[in-house]
C-alpha cells in the first residue's frame, strides 16, 4: 500500500517543487500562525468568560493576565508556524518580512507576489477557522455586552481577528510609528538570529527564539496598535471579518479616533522591516563580514580588529 502511494505521489510531484511548493508552505504556514494567534484572542475576549472556566474575582490583574495570554499564544503560534513551513519556504509568513529579504537579502522579486498573495489566503482562511470554531462564543459575547456588530460597539470582537489603535490616538501618526519600530525590531533581530556570521543558534531552536521575540514585542510595545507587525497577519483577517459582518470597523476601519485604518498595518511593518533590516546590516552585519571571523561564541571579543574609518 505505501509502494502503490509513493508511486502515485511520485507521478504528480514535479509541481511541488515549483513555486507552487513554497506558496503552499506560506499558505499553511500563515493558516496556522493565524488558526492559534486569533484562536487565543478569541479564547481571551469571548470564550473564557462564557465557559465556566475563566478565572475568579479573586484573581488580581486579570486584564494583564489576559494579554500574558494572548502575548504567549501568538508566541507558540509563530514558532509551530515555523517549523510547519521553514523547510520548504523559509516560513517567511509575513509580507514585510518577504519584502525586507527581497531588499537585502536576495530573495527573488519576482517569488514576493505568490508568496504575499499566499501569506494573505492563509490568514483569511486561518480566521474563518477560527470564527467556525468560536462563532457561538462571539454571538454570545456579544449579546451579553450589547454590541451590534459592525458599530463601534463591536469592536472587541472585531480585535479577535484584526487590529485597531488604542482610544488615545486621535490620528494615523502615532499607530504608524508604533507599528515601524515593532517590526522594525522584529525583522533586526530575526536577521541576527539566522545571521551565521553572528551567533546562530544551536539545533533547530530558531523558531522558538523567533516567538521570544514576538512575544517580546507584544510585552514592550503591544497596547498601542495590537503589534500587527505583519500586514498578512492583519489584512486576511480583516478581510474575513468584513465578510462575516463587521462592516466599517473591519474595512475601512473606522474607529471614530483613527479612521480608514486598514492600509496602516500593511503600510507601516513594510516601511519598518526594511528599517531594521538596513540597521542590523549597517551595525552588525558588514562589521562581522569585514572582520571575516568565527562567531564571537567561538573567539575572544577583539574590538582593534575593526578599523577606523
Not at 26 to 39: H, K, P, Q, R, S
Not at 49 to 55: D, E, T
Not at 178 to 193: C, H, P, R, S
Request: aromatic share 14%; hydrophobic share 50%.
Amino acid at each position: 500500500m505505501m509502494g502503490v502511494w509513493h508511486v502515485r505521489m511520485g507521478a504528480g510531484a514535479a509541481w511541488r517543487k515549483t513555486v507552487w511548493g513554497e506558496f503552499l508552505s506560506e499558505y499553511l504556514g500563515t493558516f496556522v500562525l493565524i488558526a492559534f494567534g486569533d484562536g487565543v484572542v478569541a479564547m481571551a475576549v469571548a470564550a473564557l468568560n462564557q465557559s465556566g472556566r475563566a478565572a475568579t474575582n479573586h484573581t488580581i490583574f486579570l486584564a494583564s493576565g489576559d494579554w500574558l495570554l494572548i502575548t504567549f499564544g501568538w508566541m507558540i503560534a509563530v514558532v509551530l508556524a515555523i517549523y510547519v513551513a521553514g523547510g520548504v519556504s523559509g516560513a517567511h509568513i509575513n509580507p514585510a518580512v518577504t519584502v525586507a529579504l527581497a531588499v537585502r537579502r536576495g530573495f527573488p522579486w519576482a517569488k514576493v507576489p505568490h508568496y504575499i498573495f499566499a501569506q494573505v489566503a492563509g490568514a483569511f482562511t486561518g480566521a474563518a477557522l477560527v470564527y467556525l470554531n468560536y462563532k457561538d462564543a462571539i454571538k454570545g459575547y456579544e449579546h451579553a455586552t450589547g454590541a451590534v456588530r459592525g458599530q463601534s460597539s463591536s469592536i472587541a470582537s472585531y480585535s479577535i481577528f484584526a487590529t485597531f489603535p488604542a482610544g488615545f490616538f486621535h490620528n494615523p501618526m502615532g499607530p504608524f510609528i508604533d507599528e515601524l519600530i515593532g517590526t522594525a525590531l522584529l525583522v533586526g533581530i530575526v536577521l541576527a538570529v539566522i545571521d551565521n556570521l553572528n551567533l546562530p543558534p544551536k539545533g533547530n531552536l530558531a523558531p522558538w527564539i523567533i516567538g521570544c521575540i514576538v512575544a517580546g514585542i507584544g510585552m514592550s510595545f503591544g497596547a498601542n496598535t495590537g503589534y500587527a507587525i505583519n500586514p498578512a497577519r492583519d489584512f486576511g483577517p480583516r478581510l474575513f471579518a468584513w465578510f462575516a459582518g463587521w462592516d466599517g470597523v473591519a474595512l475601512p476601519g473606522n474607529y471614530g479616533n483613527v479612521n480608514w485604518y486598514w492600509w496602516l498595518p500593511i503600510v507601516a511593518p513594510i516601511v519598518g522591516a526594511v528599517i531594521g533590516a538596513l540597521v542590523y546590516d549597517f551595525f552588525i552585519n558588514h562589521v562581522l563580514q569585514a572582520r571575516g571571523e568565527p562567531p564571537t561564541s567561538e573567539v575572544e571579543t577583539r574590538g582593534e580588529v575593526v578599523e577606523e574609518l
